[in-house]
């Protein structure tokens, strides 16, 4: 079996100039968007992310960050692309779990939700992520006390529901985002969990599957 590849990367923040440098973008099998595509921006900005997206890799799957509203979760509804609360297949092994939104910040971003809120999407699904073979777990919130939640001055802000989530379903990889600084790459028991950082920064992954495992690779324009 042929290796099959994805890139993924978030906090967009409606910057793409970076998109043309990610090596083999056009022969990815898809592109996977963690969230905040856009900076509180309507419909129409988010169109034009995706669509600048697609001139790259026609398949596209996306959430909303918190920066994002709920008419851009709308627009992503509508053209299919929303991985928000889903288990989607990409191949006949490999599936993606997206989970968009963030716990509460300091800035009162539009799309913040409790740490209850997250714990109960998680809960719903929990029992069909632990039934596919092959999981990438793409979650705008970082899980807590990893190198992923980690800002600057050195607190952990991530989630205690998405952390418990990743122990006990170990997906092979996890890529979140969120916390700007906190580019890495990290484990939580066997689950590789990489935090990019933002795409105008440079940073994306290259997930790979070569037909027995998934693997994933932090990389930078």
Known sequence: MAEKF?????????NLRNIHKVK?????AGVLVSGDLTNVGNRSRAGSIIDEIKAFNS????????????EVEKYLNETGANIHKKLVALSEDVHVLGLGYSTPTPFSTPSEVSEEQVKSWLDSILKQ?????????????????????RLG???N??????????EKVQPEVCVTGHIHEARSVDHVGRTIVINPG???SGGYVRIT???????????AV
Request: no cysteine.
């Open 157 to 166: 802000v991530g989630s205690p529901a998405v952390r418990a989530f990743i």
């Open 209 to 219: 599957f070569d037909g027995t495992k998934l693997d994933a690779e932090l990389r």
């Open 59 to 70: 398949n596209v799957y996306a959430q909303i960050g918190n920066m994002d509203t709920k």
């Open 24 to 28: 083999d973008i056009r022969e990815a």
């Open 198 to 200: 933002t795409f105008g």
């Open 6 to 14: 994805w890139i993924a990367f978030g906090d967009v923040h409606e």
């Open 153 to 155: 001055a050195g607190a």
């Open 129 to 149: 992520a632990m039934e596919v073979r092959h999981l990438i777990f793409i979650t705008h919130t970082p899980p807590q006390n990893t190198k992923a939640d």
